[in-house]
C-alpha cells in the first residue's frame, strides 16, 4: 500500500467522523454515538497496522481531543441502554421503577452531555486532527508488515486466552477488532494459515458476543455504583435486577468461553503441525 493509498484511507475515515459529529453533539442518539465510536476505532485499528511498518519507530494514535470525545460520549451510551435495561426490566417484570435510582442516573446524564458540549464548544470538528495524523503517516506499508500484524495478532492472543478475567474478555474484544476493521488487508494472511481466525463472520460473531459481555459488566458496574445512593423502598428491585443480570453475565461468559476454548485448540493444533513441518524441512 503506497502513500496516497494510507492518506486515502485515513481521509475517507474522517469524512465519516465529521459527517456524524454534528448528529452526535446534537441529540446524543444512541446509535449515532454507537457508529461515531465505531469509526473512531476502525481508525485505531489502522494505525495499529501501519505501526507494524515503522519497526518501532512509528506510534500513530487517535489524537488527545478526539480521544476523550469518545470517552464521553461512552458513558452517555453506557448509561442510555442501561436506563432502558431497567424500564424494560421493570415492565417486563412488572415491577415498580426504582426512581430515586433513574433520576440519579438521568442527572449523570444531562452532566455527561453538558460536559460533551462544553468541551467541543471550539471544536466543531476534527479537521486539525486530520491535518496532523496525515502529516505523519508512514510512506508505505509492506506486505511484510502485514504479515508482522498478523503474527503479532496471533501471539497475542495466544496470550490473552491463558487468562479468564472480565478484563482480558475485553482485551480479546479489541484484538479481534483489529482483526475484523483491517480484514481486507490481513484476510490472505489469516486464510494461508489456516488459523482460526480465517472466517471474517466467525470473528465478527464473537466480537458481537463480547460486547454484549461487556455492556453487561457495565450495567452491573452501575447499579453496584448507584446502589447506596438509592432509596430504601428502591433497593429491592435492585437487587432482583443485580441477581438477573448477574446470572446472564455468568450464562453469557460461558458461551464466550466454550468458543475461545475451541480457538484454543486449533491453536495447539495448527502449533503442532507447523512443529511438524518445520522438522520435515
Known amino acids: 500500500m503506497k502513500k496516497d493509498e ?3 484511507v485515513v481521509k475517507n475515515a474522517f469524512k465519516k467522523i465529521n459527517k456524524l459529529f454534528p448528529k452526535v453533539i446534537l441529540d446524543f442518539d444512541t446509535e449515532d454515538i454507537q457508529q461515531f465510536r465505531m469509526e473512531i476505532r476502525k481508525l485505531g485499528a489502522f494505525f495499529h497496522l501501519l505501526d507494524m511498518e515503522g519497526n518501532g519507530t ?13 470517552g464521553y460520549i461512552g458513558i452517555i451510551r453506557n448509561i442510555q441502554l442501561h436506563l432502558k435495561k431497567i424500564n424494560s426490566y421493570c415492565q417486563d417484570s412488572m415491577e415498580s421503577v426504582p426512581v430515586s435510582y ?24 476534527f479537521y486539525n486532527d486530520e491535518d496532523h ?18 503474527r503479532d495478532i496471533i501471539y497475542k492472543l495466544q496470550k490473552l486466552l491463558i ?6 474478555l475485553d482485551s ?34 464473537l466480537i458481537e458476543m463480547l460486547a ?35 446470572i446472564q453475565k455468568q450464562e453469557l461468559r460461558q458461551i464466550i468461553y466454550e ?23
Not at 102 to 125: A, G, V
Not at 163 to 168: G, I, R, V
Not at 181 to 186: E, G, L, M
Not at 260 to 277: H, V
Request: contains cysteine; glycine residues 2%.
Open 58 to 70: 512509528i506510534h500513530l494514535r487517535i489524537t488527545r481531543k478526539m480521544k476523550t470525545f469518545y
Open 172 to 205: 480479546t474484544r479489541k484484538l479481534l477488532e483489529d482483526t475484523a476493521y483491517n480484514w481486507a488487508s490481513v484476510q490472505a494472511h489469516f486464510v494461508s494459515r489456516s488459523t482460526c481466525l480465517s472466517s471474517d463472520e466467525e470473528i465478527e460473531s
Open 212 to 246: 454484549a459481555f461487556q455492556d453487561k459488566c457495565i450495567d452491573v458496574s452501575l447499579l453496584q455504583t448507584y446502589y447506596d445512593d438509592s432509596a430504601d423502598n428502591d433497593k429491592m428491585i435492585l437487587q432482583k435486577i443485580i441477581h438477573t443480570w448477574k
Open 133 to 150: 495524523i496525515i502529516s505523519v503517516l508512514p510512506d508505505k506499508l509492506r506486505k511484510g508488515s502485514i504479515e508482522k500484524f498478523a
Open 259 to 281: 468458543w475461545l476454548d475451541l480457538i484454543q485448540l486449533r491453536l495447539r493444533k495448527e502449533k503442532r503441525l507447523t512443529s511438524i513441518d518445520t522438522g520435515n524441512d
Open 6 to 8: 494510507i492518506r486515502t
Open 102 to 125: 433513574t433520576t440519579k442516573l438521568e442527572k449523570d446524564l444531562e452532566y455527561w452531555k453538558k460536559q460533551s458540549k462544553e468541551f467541543m464548544d471550539f471544536h466543531n470538528n
Open 163 to 168: 487468562h479468564s478475567d472480565d478484563e482480558t
